[in-house]
C-alpha cells in the first residue's frame, strides 16, 4: 500500500525461470500489494521457480504473444483490486527496485501512466546494444513530433498505469504483439492522461530476454503507422 493506493507488480514470462527470482528478491515488498506473474507457455520450469517465491502464479493455456500476455496480466491486475499497476519483465532487464519511484509518480495523481525508459541519463550507456539503441533513439523522435509529447523513450515495457486508465483505455482491443505497449501509449493520450517517466538502469545480460532483429524491424514499422495517424489527428483537432 502506498499513500492508501494497493499496488500490484505485474510480470509477463516467457523463459524466466533463471532470472524471476532475482526480479521478485528486487522487488520492495514492504509496499507492493501482490505479484502476479503470467507464463506465456514456456517450456522450461519458469511457473515451478515462481510458484515456489510465493506469489501469484497464472499460466496461459495457450500462447498469447507479447501483448496477449501483458493483457492477461492487466486483468489479474484489476481483478485483484490494484490502484497502481506496474509492468515489469521478470528478465531482470530492468531493475525491481524503481517500482516504488513509478508507483510514487502515480500516486501524487498528477500523472497516470509511468514509463521507466533506458535512454536518458546513463540508463542504458554501454549497455544497450548499439543496433538497438540507435534505432531506438530514431523512432523515438519522430514519435515525439507525432504524439505531442517529449518521452526519452516510448519503446520500454517496463510501465506503471493508474486504475482509472486501465478502466477506461480499451486495452483488450488492441494487438497481441509487441507494438501493444505503444497502442496504449497512445489510447492513453487520446484519452486525456498525462504520462511521466525515469530513468531505468538496464542490463543486457546472457539471461535477458531480447527481440530478434527481425521482429524489432517491424516493430519500428508498426511504430510509425500507429504514430503518423495520431499526428494528422492531433492536427485535425487544432484546425
Known amino acids: 500500500m502506498l499513500q492508501g493506493k494497493k499496488i500490484a507488480v505485474t510480470m509477463p514470462a516467457y523463459f524466466a525461470e533463471k532470472t524471476v527470482a532475482k526480479t521478485v528478491g528486487d522487488i520492495p515488498r514492504e509496499f507492493v500489494d501482490t505479484i502476479i506473474l503470467v507464463d506465456d507457455c514456456s517450456k522450461d520450469?519458469?511457473?515451478?521457480?515462481?510458484?515456489?517465491?510465493?506469489?501469484?502464479?497464472?499460466?496461459?493455456?495457450?500462447?498469447?504473444?507479447?501483448?496477449?500476455?501483458?493483457?492477461?496480466?492487466?486483468?489479474?491486475?484489476?481483478?485483484a483490486g490494484a490502484d497502481i499497476v506496474i509492468q515489469l519483465h521478470p528478465d531482470y532487464q530492468y531493475t525491481p527496485k524503481l517500482t516504488l519511484a513509478m508507483a510514487s509518480m502515480l500516486a501524487t495523481e498528477h500523472w497516470d501512466l509511468c514509463l521507466g525508459v533506458r535512454?536518458?541519463?546513463?540508463?542504458?550507456?554501454?549497455?544497450?546494444?548499439?543496433?538497438?539503441?540507435?534505432?531506438?533513439?530514431?523512432?523515438?523522435?519522430?514519435?515525439?513530433?507525432?504524439?505531442?509529447?517529449?518521452?526519452?523513450?516510448?519503446?520500454?515495457?517496463?510501465?506503471?498505469?493508474?486504475?482509472?486508465?486501465?478502466?477506461?483505455?480499451?486495452?483488450?482491443?488492441?494487438?497481441?504483439?509487441?507494438?501493444?505497449?505503444?497502442?496504449?501509449?497512445?489510447?492513453?493520450?487520446?484519452?486525456?492522461?498525462?504520462?511521466?517517466?525515469?530513468?531505468?538502469?538496464?542490463?543486457?545480460?546472457?539471461?535477458?530476454?531480447?527481440?530478434?532483429f527481425k521482429k524489432a524491424l517491424k516493430y519500428g514499422v508498426q511504430c510509425l503507422k500507429i504514430s503518423v495517424p495520431y499526428f494528422f489527428e492531433r492536427m485535425g483537432q487544432k484546425s
Not at 47 to 70: D, K, P, S, W
Not at 161 to 180: A, G, M, Q, S
Request: aromatic fraction near 12%.
Open 45 to 79: 520450469n519458469t511457473v515451478a521457480a515462481a510458484q515456489a517465491l510465493g506469489i501469484e502464479v497464472h499460466r496461459n493455456e495457450t500462447n498469447q504473444n507479447y501483448g496477449g500476455n501483458v493483457k492477461r496480466c492487466l486483468q489479474y491486475a484489476l481483478d
Open 119 to 212: 535512454t536518458s541519463g546513463k540508463g542504458a550507456k554501454g549497455t544497450m546494444p548499439f543496433w538497438r539503441y540507435l534505432p531506438n533513439r530514431a523512432i523515438t523522435a519522430a514519435m515525439d513530433v507525432c504524439l505531442g509529447v517529449s518521452h526519452s523513450e516510448f519503446h520500454t515495457g517496463y510501465r506503471a498505469y493508474t486504475r482509472k486508465l486501465l478502466e477506461t483505455v480499451p486495452f483488450h482491443t488492441f494487438r497481441n504483439d509487441f507494438i501493444f505497449d505503444n497502442q496504449m501509449f497512445i489510447g492513453a493520450l487520446r484519452a486525456g492522461f498525462l504520462t511521466c517517466e525515469v530513468t531505468c538502469p538496464t542490463s543486457y545480460e546472457e539471461d535477458a530476454s531480447s527481440i530478434p
